[in-house]
């Protein structure tokens, strides 16, 4: 049930330690009422984007989530990480993912942010450009 790192006794790795932050905030989003509809999705090719979750909130609005953990606040914290040239990939992938859409619903792009044991959740953090 643990993870393994957890039961040796070790230090995360960086992925294992996103991956437990993407799992936090899941968890998080979903007890708010919002359903998931993918992990981890990415655009096919190099210098694409990736999305953290996608998710649809009780109203119909489709959300994209980037998930940002740090240790601290220091340098502006997780949701000063998410600058410009993240959120155009993630842009860049919420319009590939939007492709498959007939008719695509109102969308938004939401900010969890981890910093130690506080979580910030971060709705409408930017808009597409």
């Not at 799992?23 to 708010?32: C, E, K, N």
């Not at 498959?100 to 409408?124: M, N």
């Amino acid at each position: 049930m643990f993870p393994k790192w957890l039961v040796a006794g070790g230090k995360p790795s960086t992925r294992q330690a996103g991956e437990a932050a993407e799992v936090r905030a899941l968890r998080h989003l979903q007890a708010a009422g919002l359903h998931l509809l993918e992990r981890n999705y990415r655009t096919p090719g190099r210098g694409g984007g990736e999305i953290d979750l996608v998710m649809r909130a009780a109203d119909g609005t489709l959300v994209f989530v980037e998930v940002r953990q740090r240790a601290g606040g220091q340098h502006g914290g997780a949701a000063g990480s998410v600058g410009r040239i993240k959120q155009r990939r993630i842009v860049l992938a919420a319009r590939h993912y939007l492709g498959r859409w007939r008719a695509p619903p109102p969308c938004r792009f939401d900010v969890v942010a981890i910093e130690g044991e506080a979580l910030h959740w971060l709705p409408g953090a930017f808009e597409a450009e």
